[in-house]
């Protein structure tokens, strides 16, 4: 119940804001703001009623769809799956509030389509069927294209089809995985779909998932895409929608192909760590605000598989912490990177620079988002990369020494952009007419950071409070092959 | 002197095609006698009460029959597999005469509807068709309709050079079909489509299977399924909109039930070779179909090209040969069918917009003009990919699915790998509608027109596809009854 309307709301509010002849833009951009809200209020209501001590499926609802083929509505949270949901709330609802203040050109249908983006999203972390999945997966893809299309940079023609043939030419690959999966089942109910050993089925999904996270190589996409999408877009993108494939990774990987996942661990952690430290050197040499962002965002996606493919309680439980800290951290910092842009009129990192001075506010905030990006001690961001370092230590332990490198590799490349866009002299485009984030802007971009502090004072909020809660060797367990 | 037998008719079970014969009359004679302004007003209705009484008759027969019997001598199928289809084709009527209503023809407009109630009367025929002669008949009797169709603006060279190439390209494919025929008459010496079976043991083989082979040829003409579609891109371009709109979807489910009723009826000892060479005729449609409407700039030669790839997707779940793949094709047919003439009536009103032919920048910025017009494309472009919220994303489930089913996993891959070269068309359109600025339409009399019968059957198209998505269950269970008695091979 709970969850079908958390899936619906956001898309009913979407069709809503559409359908509504409002007299102002302001008018229809407040009614998906205060969709957006009531959702946000909906998801809290529901974490702080939700049952932590079991590891089973909660808010469950299920209908036929279509019965011959076993296929139905099913929709159902598991914990870990609530706090992506929320991931996907509290972003999309900064989103869609800084576009607000923002002011964009014909609000209401941009507004709406992140309405639309947030309940397909929703209904990816929430499916339990696997063709509903798969519904909810090319969902998110629709509102995504037009929004870069419309709404984008100068580039936006060639990244919009660069990132549509990237995404589907993994995705139909999922389908067709989806068909084998589900007929060799007997059912695509996901709760009742048994452990397959088929590795062309596996590698259907994983070329899906590689593609949305992405990993090394797959990656062609990314950065065009980073680039001209607009800033709340940007932070969907690589705060939530890349979540969606490690959640995939998650809940359909390891719990299915557990026995595949184990042959093919070497090859995946060889490209991830690939990706891991490729993308950590790009982002130290990216010219703009975007590029370095969007290269961060790569490396650490690449990361959380290092973290899922350990397939230990330490992996997972870090990956799932750094899922939710990542979309966090790069939502904020793609946010922030608009603000900058807004200003400059530009993000080549030449042309800025001393932005600290006189905007103190800009500088704290970007400060702190970037230090809890690079995974200062004490940070969640820290909190995850260290479990995940933990878990896949045990798998050996190159690895964690490639894991670690990064981390260096982080904290150079989120200083060098810190100290480029507010430290050293005055660039040529920061002029003093560029003024310090105005209370609109506050308001969207602290309540953000507030949420990372809080969930660096207490990551067991998370940790704790998924896969069951239980103690030590219950996480992974779920997902073992049987003998 | 011999009395010759007449065989007993079944009336009743030939309403369908009655009805529309008698709104074809009707169309043609009335209009004579009425003033010029009231001609167009007058066919229009008479359409629609036809296709609608079709249709209508098609429900009740399919409600009443829950087993199929061959009637008028057993040259005629009574059964629910062509009382679906003729639902459809009257839907595909419907639909069309809405696109038709403001379509501009002085002196031809009785002509013009008679022939599209002779062209459905035709296909509810063809698709009930039970021996070799009466599917010939029905193929003419709607071929040559569509033949006039296409040439009935007579003003434009297009629609004239459309109306040939179709009539020489077309009664090729017809010829080749009647050869085939009269082979597979020599090697078993019966036409009906069960006595074939029967007899194709006893038979010449080699004769027999050259039959079948010229017999699948003919009907790919029909399917325009590639290596067969030459005409396909020529004439769905020239055509008039509203003609090729109703052909793109009509004349598919006309063609595509048949062959699916032929080849599991008359041939399933020859099962082995059809399955594989209709298997590799999609694969062929796929390949030629999208890599041909990638350069395309024309958006009805474009809509062709897609048609051609659809034909393979169509015959994908014939080709397996299974009740699952009997199923798929039936009920993606709902939902193309409703696509299709949606999509060509966007094009259709964009056309009458422009007065010129549309093309790929003549979309630029209709998405923000006609925010309705442009969602409903919209919609449609997302749903030939595939793609949710459109019935054809479960169509190409089903048709997947088939194919995996029947152990072709390689076939579903083609599939998928074809759906990915189509994205790039496909959303070329919505590129267009909504990514680039608008170009200045400054049409002659102010703003462009509304036409409010052509948005009827954009919206009708828009709630077939959207209400086939998300209501698949009652319909897969009328698929499901429509295939039911046919003897599939697997």
Known sequence: MFTSLLIFLPIAGALFVWIVPWPTARAAGGAALLVALAELVIWVNRALNFDYASAGLQDEASHSWFSDLGVSYAVGLYDFSLWLVGLTVVVTTAAIAYGFWTGRERMGVYLGLLLFLEGATVGVFAAQDLLLFYVFWEAMMIPLYILIGVWGGAGRMGATIKFVVYTLAGSLLMLVSVIALGLSAGTFDMTEIGQSDSTWIFLGFAAAFAVKAPIWPFHGWLPDTYRESPPEVAAILSGVISKAATYGFLRIGLVFFPAVVDDWRTPVLVLATIGLIYGSLLAFRAPDIRGVIAYSSLAQMNLIVIGLFAVNDSGISGALLQMVTHGLVSASLFLLAGAVERRAATGNLVLLGGMARGRPVLATALITTGVIALAVPGSSAFAGEFLILNGIFTRGWGWAVAGAVAIVLAAMYMLRLISAVLHKDPGSAVTDAALDLRPAEISVIVPLVAVLLALSFWPAAITDHAFGGKPEGTVSSQFEATP | ?490
């Open chain 2, 1 to 490: 002197m011999t009395k010759f037998p007449t065989p007993s008719i079944d009336w009743g079970a030939l309403s369908p095609e009655l009805i529309l014969l008698g709104g074809a009359t009707l169309c043609l004679l009335v209009p004579l006698f009425l003033p010029h302004g009231w001609r167009r007003h007058f066919c229009a209705f008479v359409s629609i009460l036809s296709f609608l009484g079709a249709g209508a008759a098609a429900i009740a027969l399919f409600q009443m029959d829950d087993t199929g019997t061959a009637i008028v001598a057993d040259a005629v199928r009574r059964d629910r597999l062509a009382e679906l289809a003729q639902v459809m084709i009257a839907g595909s009527g419907l639909l069309t005469v809405g696109v038709s209503y403001a379509y501009v023809l002085r002196e031809r407009m009785g002509e013009y509807y008679s022939l599209l109630l002779t062209a459905a009367a035709g296909m509810c025929f063809f698709v009930a068709a039970n021996d070799l002669m009466t599917m010939f008949l029905g193929l003419e009797w709607f071929s040559i309709s569509l033949y006039i169709l296409c040439a009935i603006a007579i003003e434009e060279v297009a629609s004239l050079e459309a109306g040939l190439k179709y009539l020489i390209v077309g009664s090729f494919g017809s010829a080749i079909l009647l050869f085939g025929s009269a082979f597979v008459y020599g090697a078993t010496g019966v036409i009906g489509f069960e006595d074939i079976a029967a007899a194709s043991e006893d038979g010449d083989q080699l004769f027999l299977v050259t039959g079948l082979a010229m017999i699948i040829v003919g009907l790919g003409f029909k399917a325009s399924a590639a290596p067969f579609h030459m005409w396909t891109p020529d004439v769905y371009q020239g055509a008039p909109t509203p003609v090729t709109a109703f052909m793109s979807a009509a004349t598919k489910i006309a063609a595509l039930v048949l062959t699916m009723r032929l080849l599991v009826t008359a041939f399933p000892s020859q099962e082995n070779l059809w399955t594989i060479s209709l298997a590799v005729i999609v694969c062929i449609s796929l390949a030629w179909g999208n890599l041909g409407a990638l350069v395309q700039t024309d958006v009805k030669r474009m809509l062709a090209y897609s048609s051609i790839s659809h034909a393979g997707f169509l015959l994908m779940p014939i080709a397996v040969g299974t009740p699952l793949g009997g199923r798929a094709l039936m009920y993606y047919l709902i939902s193309y069918a409703a696509m299709s003439i949606g999509s060509f009536a966007i094009v259709a009103a964009r056309e009458r917009e422009l007065a010129r032919p549309v093309t790929l920048e003549g979309m630029a910025g209709m998405g923000w003009e006609r925010p309705g017009m442009g969602a409903a494309m919209t919609l449609f472009m997302f749903g030939f990919i595939g793609l949710p919220p459109a019935g054809l994303f479960i169509g190409k489930f089903y048709a997947f699915s088939a194919a995996v089913d029947r152990g072709w996993a390689w076939l579903a891959v083609v599939g998928a790998i074809a759906t990915v070269v189509s994205i790039y068309y496909y959303l070329g359109v919505v590129r267009a509608m909504y990514f680039q600025p608008a170009i200045r339409v400054a049409p002659a009399g102010g703003s462009p027109p509304r036409e409010l019968a052509l948005g009827t059957s954009v919206l009708l198209a828009v709630v077939v596809t959207i209400g086939t998505f998300i209501g698949a269950q009652p319909l897969l269970d009328i698929a499901t009854d429509s295939v039911s008695f046919l003897p599939f091979p697997h």
